[in-house]
């Protein structure tokens, strides 16, 4: 049987709900989504440091990861406190999981698959990396949040966040029960 190649919008809301329930109540508790035209973000306390899944067509690549997205010297905080776990990190996750500067501003943790077309064997696999970087890392990110300087951490909600309700939970919403 053929696999049906999935539109964008539709293959990162399924890579959303199927992270979602991999998760731990402890880790879906909180958890805020926000999917656009090319990536899925999910954070908890701030967006400045959230979760990506990130379809990069122009390099054929699919990122996963924890950024770090704020100015300068809150970015490279974080990615100071990450460089020691990166070997636990990395023994949970696999070796191709980086700690990264990525811009001027901004750090990740993150690693890559091929592009392939979108379909739901592929954002099944997505998922999974998804949910498994939220488990391995986020405990961490909780412990070394009080590191970071509250004036540097301190950031708006983003426009169109939503705490994350499964399929039924929406379904039901929908239907007025």
Request: glycine share 4%; proline share 7%; with cysteine.
């Amino acid at each position: 049987m053929p696999i049906m190649p999935m539109r964008v919008a539709e293959f990162l809301s399924l890579v959303n709900e199927l992270a979602m329930t991999r998760l731990s109540d402890s880790l879906r508790e909180g958890a805020i989504s926000r999917i656009s035209s090319a990536w899925l973000w999910v954070h908890y306390h701030s967006p400045k440091v959230h979760y990506e899944v990130w379809l990069a067509r122009k390099t054929g690549r699919i990122e996963i990861g924890l950024h770090f997205e704020g100015p300068h010297d809150f970015s490279y905080r974080w990615a100071e406190l990450m460089a020691p776990h990166m070997p636990e990190i990395q023994a949970r996750l696999g070796p191709q999981v980086e700690l990264e500067e990525w811009t001027a501003s901004w750090t990740r943790v993150h690693q890559t698959l091929p592009y392939d077309p979108l379909s739901e064997p592929l954002a099944d696999e997505c998922a999974r990396r998804l949910a498994d970087t939220m488990t391995v890392l986020q405990p961490i990110v909780e412990r070394e949040r009080e590191n970071v300087p509250v004036e540097l951490e301190r950031v708006g909600q983003p426009a169109r966040t939503r705490r994350y309700q499964g399929r039924a939970a929406r379904r039901t919403k929908a239907a007025g029960m």
